[in-house]
């Protein structure tokens, strides 16, 4: 297994897609003056990671008081290259006291995957053909996460719309609702 990589002192930590609707690719990203890591994810993920850290933060606020700066989700945007080291399958939350900072956990493999199970249609390996799984370990100032969960927000707000009746994505082309069948 690599040894886990690790972002302290960001410059900026960012979400985004690329590509049309129906057909984007979703990324975290991490920056710093050395390096960039670029972690490919999917849009329920982003969705979800949003949702869930602005009510983390908000949990921990009481016990470790922000200190009222606030970051513009345009600070979140992705740069170029989106060149992904690999897909997160899991992503975890944590918040390290002493530091003040939050803790992004991103594993390629989940825990519950078996490496002995034979690989199936929909099994993943790692971009780079490493079956045994790239961590990612970020720590980032709360502005900038609670700068890119509104940014991911607003990501998969971007996406296709939703059909009214069946709740489904509906294609620019058209759309064939199931509930008119």
Known sequence: MPDPIQFDAL????TGAVGDPGQRAFYLQ???????????????QIAMFATEVVAFLDRIADEYPE??????????????????????RLIGLGFDPDRELVLIELREHAEDDDPDDEVGLDDEVGLDGDESGHVA???????????????????VASGRPTCDLCELPMDPAGHRCPRWN
């Open 11 to 14: 410059d900026a930590l960012a």
């Open 30 to 44: 991490a920056r710093n003056e050395a390096a960039q890591l670029t972690v490919l994810v999917e849009k329920q």
């Open 67 to 88: 200190d009222g700066v606030v970051l513009p989700p345009s600070t979140a945007e992705l740069r170029e290259p989106t060149v992904p080291l690999f897909r997160a």
């Open 137 to 155: 370990r970020i720590y980032a100032t709360r502005p900038q996460v609670r700068a890119v969960a509104a940014r991911g927000a607003q990501v």
